[in-house]
Every structure is written in C-alpha cells, then in structure tokens.
C-alpha cells in the first residue's frame, strides 16, 4: 500500500490535480479528429479549431496559414497551461514539473548548436525553439566552440550542468559529436528523472517509473534503428541506451549488435509488452512503427488518470497534450499537400 | 492490264520514301512528346511521395530536428551537379545533352562514369505501349557490377548531406532523401527529352517547310 496519499496529497496538490484533469477533458476526441480529416484547405481546419480551446491562439493569424503556424499556436496554448500550473506548484510537484521540461531544454540546445555550426543567425535560431526549453543564458551558447566551453560559459548554471559530466570533452563540436552529446543528455536526464521518482515514492513512483521506462526502451528501439548503416559502433550504441527500463540489460545487449530492422523486432518479441507492438508491423518495415508506439504510449498516458493523488497525471497530460498536437500537424500536412488518404498512416486516437 | 513496276524508282516512288522519312520524324516527335509527359507526371507523383515523407520524418524525429534553420550556411562544394554539353557525331549538333553528376565532391570518376553510361543509352527512347513509365532498355550485367562498386561512397555520400539533420535520422528522412535524388533524376531526363523533342519538332517543321517551297 501506498504512503497515505489520500490524506494529505490535496492539502497542496489537490487544486493542481483538479486543474491537470479538466485540461485532461478538453483534449480531442475521435469525433473531432474525423471532423477535422473532412476539411479541405488549413483555413477549414483553422475554421474547426476556431470551436475549440484552441480557438483564441488562431483567430488573429492571417491566411494563407502554414501548417508551422499551427503547430506553433497550439503549443503555445500548452506553454501557457503549464506556467499556470508551474507558478501555482509547491516543492516538490514544482521540481516535477520542470523535470518534463529539460527535454525540450535538451532539444533547443543541441538545436542552437547545430545551427550555429552551419553559420544560421542566432535569432533565427531563437525564434525556431521550444518554448518549454528555454532558460536565460540560451541565446550565448553560440559562442562555444567545444564540448567544455558549452558547459563552462553556458549550461554551468542551468539544470542540465549535471548531465554533462559524461560529455564534456575538448573536441570541437562536429555533427557525429553533437549527435553522441545529444543523446548522452537525454540518457542522463532520464535516469535522473527515474531516481526523482522514486524518491517521491507512492503512486508517482509506480506510474512514472512505468512511464519513464517505456520511454527508455523506445528510445533504445530508435536509436538502434536509427544507427543502423551508420558509422555509429556498437559500443557507441550501447552507451546511448539508458541504464534502466524492460530491456535492460539484456534486451539493450541484444539490440546493440543488430544490423536490421528484423533482428531488433527479433530481439523485442521475446518481451510481451513489445510483442504486441511488432505484431502489427510486417517483416522488413519499420514505417509503422513510430505509431505503434504512440499508440502504446497513449493507453498508458491515459491509464495514469485511472488513479489519483499522484503527479503522473501532470506528465501524463503534458505527453498526451504533445501527442495532440502531433495529430494536428499531421493532419494539416496531409490536408495542404492534398494526401487526404494518408491522414490514418500517423494519428494516434487518444480518446 | 496495267503492271506496275515496283523496281524502278519514278516520282511516285521517290515522294513515298520522303513521305515515309516524314513519317518517322512526325512518329519520333510524338514519341519524344509521349515519354516527356510521362516524365512529367513521374516526377510530379515523385515529388508527392517525397514531401509526403519529409512531413513524416518531421512527425517522427521532431520539430526542431526536421528544420530549414539547420540548413548548412557553410562554404562546401556541391554534392550534386549538372554537366551541360552539346552532342557531337550527329547532324543535329546544335542540341544540348544534360548529365547528371551525383556526389561530385568525391569519387568523381566512377560517379561519372556511371552516369555518362547510363545518360548515352536514355538518348533513345524506343517505340512502346503508351501509359507505361518504363522507359529504357535495363542496364547491363557490367553496368550493374559498377554500380555495386560505387554504392558505399554513394551511402557515405547520402549520409553526409542529411548530417545536418544529425546522424541518427529516421529512415523515413533516409526515403524522403531518396525520393528527391530519384525527381532530381527525373528532372535531368525531362531536359534531355525537351531537348529531343524539340530537335524532332524542328526536323518536322523543315521538312514541312520543304514541302511548301516544292509546291
């Protein structure tokens, strides 16, 4: 049994928790997805949400709309959803709650430096983040020009200083190298947010370490696949994967030394979760994968809202939100390059 | 009765033979006119396959990693370029040839090779059903030896030009890739054929010409 959650966590996460589900409801039904896969042009699907909650971030856009335009208004309604609730949190749920952003972090860092590399203005760089990702200092990471000038002049004083202690070297930063970086960050952040968890303990300790596992096995499926024809080694590809998870460690040996897409569906059959996921795909394709996947992830986000008086609802939301949000992109990509029939190839129903 | 004489040649006979070589340079013109609009329409559906798969690629691996802000604004010399050059050996030399060299920036020679070989036989597009997108006899066993050969430097090739997007890109962006190298291709052939069908077009209007002044 669980900490006695029930009698104390409302005291300062009950009005949180209440808020996290009503968002919960606002998100998009089957319904309203096929309404949107009837629209013909981005301004009936503008139209459409103009109904929803996304309604007042797109009214005053122009047309002809862009389907970056749209994905950009809507994250910024979830931008907004999470600062309410961020400014609102106490310790630790506040903590929590920044920990689902240092991927985002992570994702703006490696792009500020990649545009860098290519010579891109730093504003336009700027102007391309996530705005969940940002912290104060970003804008000077274009001044670095290795590994350790990155952690000494920039990211020393943001939450990700703790990540770097595995990079840090005095190459210079070169595609390859910042590739490894990347990954390496995501690897330490995980497993740092999985040790957070479960030092909470309770519920929140159950779900998210579910939660963070599943994550953790995808990422290694994808960086398997990924790597493959790369000049990635197998040592290499087996650093990247996260120390913990389903597939570790045995499953994580196995995926390092496959050359395609057949052995690592070898590989996962023999564990039943993934059983079921590379049961729909046929042999030889990995198309279908990534949905599969969202799909999986879906129905364990939604599964975290069956029990209360935890803060998996708040990761929940957020991944299941971002998942909307992909849903949209998709289905306006499909509408404006007029590839309507492909719409079902990527949308992940949530409810 | 009256017995024609099939063997001597007299006017009737030569007017035949001018009206046959008219014949086969109105044919050869709407058979350039045929293969350019089936080419057209392959790379149109090309194309839509390809930004089908950018759009993927961009769903699968993220936002901010499928971006144009991570285009390469460095100096490097092109991957890929065009070699413009006029036919030579034939009476029509005025009519300029357009090949392809993919993955210039290395491995010059066998990339060259391999495209001046296959660019001298798709300068003759032979007679054939109309709606199919085969176009060209296949390649021959040796012609295939090289491509084998060329492969490695081509993959290393393809994965320098996508490095901008990183080095661990879903093979959704690895097809889009393709995709594109495959209307970049197509595009080539296009230009030649306009090239072709408008040196047939030319060679019927003379020969129209010609007919006008003898009346």
Redesign the interface.
């Known amino acids: 049994m669980y900490g006695f959650e029930a009698m104390t966590f409302n005291i300062h996460g009950g009005y949180l928790e209440a808020i996290v589900r009503g968002h919960r409801a606002g998100l998009f039904t089957a319904a309203d997805y096929n309404n949107l896969c009837q629209c013909e042009t981005l301004d009936d699907i503008k139209m459409h949400l103009s109904a929803t909650e996304y309604g007042p971030y797109l009214q005053n856009e122009p047309s002809p709309l862009h389907t970056?335009t749209i994905?950009e208004k809507c994250t910024l309604k979830l931008v907004d959803e999470y600062k309410h609730m961020l400014c609102q949190a106490t310790e630790p749920l506040s903590t929590f709650l920044e920990y689902i952003t240092y991927g985002h972090m992570i994702?703006?860092v490696?792009?500020i430096v990649?545009?860098t590399?290519?010579?891109?203005d730093v504003q336009?760089?700027l102007e391309?983040?996530?705005p969940l990702g940002m912290f104060d200092s970003i804008a000077t990471l274009a001044v670095a020009q290795n590994m350790r000038e990155l952690y000494r002049l920039v990211l020393v004083d943001t939450p990700l200083a703790p990540y770097f202690s595995e990079c840090i070297t005095s190459e210079d930063l070169d595609?390859?190298n910042?590739?490894i970086m990347?990954?390496t960050l995501y690897k330490a952040y995980l497993e740092d947010f999985y040790k957070f968890c479960q030092k909470l303990g309770g519920a929140t300790a159950e779900i998210m370490s579910d939660l963070l596992a599943f994550e953790a096995d995808r990422r290694a499926v994808?960086?398997t696949?990924?790597?493959i024809?790369?000049?990635?080694t197998r040592d290499d590809r087996r650093k990247l994967y996260s120390n913990f998870g389903l597939l570790y460690p045995y499953g994580h040996e196995e995926l390092a030394v496959c050359e395609d897409i057949d052995q690592v569906r070898g590989a996962m059959e023999k564990y039943p979760p993934y059983q079921s996921i590379f049961s729909k795909l046929s042999y030889g394709e990995?198309?279908m994968l990534?949905k599969a996947f969202y799909e999986e992830e879906v129905k364990r986000l939604c599964l975290a809202f069956e029990q209360q008086f935890h803060y998996g609802v708040f990761f929940a939301y957020m991944r299941l939100r971002e998942q909307e949000i992909?849903n949209l992109?998709?289905i306006s990509?499909?509408v404006a390059?007029n590839?309507k029939s492909?719409v079902h190839?990527?949308v992940v129903f949530i409810f | 009765m009256e017995v024609v004489d099939h063997e001597t040649p007299s006017l009737e006979n030569g007017q035949t033979d001018k009206e046959v070589e008219e014949n086969a340079n109105v044919l050869q013109f709407m058979d350039s006119m045929d293969a350019y609009l089936t080419l057209i329409h392959s790379l149109s559906s090309t194309l839509?396959r390809g930004?089908?798969e950018l759009?993927?690629a961009?769903?699968?691996m993220?936002?901010?990693?499928v971006?144009t802000?991570?285009?390469?604004?460095?100096s490097h010399p092109a991957a890929t370029s065009l070699l413009v050059t006029q036919d030579e050996g034939k009476v029509d030399s005025g009519k300029p040839h357009f090949t392809l060299c993919k993955w210039a920036s290395s491995s010059n020679e066998n990339s060259l090779l391999g495209e001046k070989q296959s660019s001298q036989d798709k300068l003759h597009p032979q007679l054939r059903h109309r709606g199919s997108t085969e176009l060209y006899e296949e390649k021959t066993s040796s012609e295939n030896k090289a491509s084998r050969e060329v492969d490695d430097p081509v993959?290393k090739e393809r994965?320098k030009s996508l490095?901008?997007f990183?080095?661990?890109?879903?093979?959704?962006l690895r097809a889009a890739q393709l995709s594109f190298e495959a209307a970049l291709e197509t595009l080539v052939e296009i230009a030649n054929m306009r090239s072709e069908m408008l040196c047939a077009f030319d060679q019927v209007n003379m020969k129209l010409a010609g007919r006008k002044d003898e009346k």
């Open positions: 970056t994905v994702d703006n490696v792009l990649t545009g590399l290519h010579e891109r336009e760089l391309k983040c996530h595609d390859m910042i590739e990347r990954n994808n960086i696949i990924n790597s024809g790369t000049e990635l990995s198309q990534d992909r992109m998709w990509e499909c390059q590839q492909r190839d990527s | 839509r930004w089908l759009a993927s961009r769903h699968s993220g936002a901010s990693r971006n802000v991570l285009l390469d604004h460095t993959q994965s490095s901008m990183g080095t661990l890109v879903s093979p959704k």
